[in-house]
């Protein structure tokens, strides 16, 4: 898996099937669902009470903290943004 960008190299899985594409469509694929833990979660929550957003270093600060990556962080926090406008 190529860490750096959040998907599989074709070769990490070998031969691909054209159910695994959505469309039949070969090439780079979807890095699985993050699975966070409930303190993960909680600590994020809380973050995100005190402030929707964050700048780099804040993030930077609480992937470390959490042992997340920053992009996981960044789009927690886009999904969570989008969950609460969806709930407004």
């Not at 691909?16 to 979807?30: C, E, F, K, N, Y």
């Not at 995100?48 to 962080?73: C, D, H, V």
Request: glycine content about 8%; proline content about 1%.
């Amino acid at each position: 898996a190529d860490e750096s960008s959040g998907y599989e190299s074709e070769s990490a899985g070998g031969e691909r099937s054209a159910a695994a594409a959505p469309g039949g469509t070969r090439g780079r694929q979807r890095r699985a669902r993050t699975a966070f833990t409930s303190e993960q979660v909680c600590r994020l929550e809380k973050t995100f009470q005190r402030q929707k957003y964050l700048g780099a270093s804040e993030r930077r600060k609480l992937a470390a903290a959490l042992q997340l990556s920053e992009i996981q962080i960044k789009t927690w926090f886009q999904n969570r943004r989008m969950k609460l406008k969806r709930q407004i």
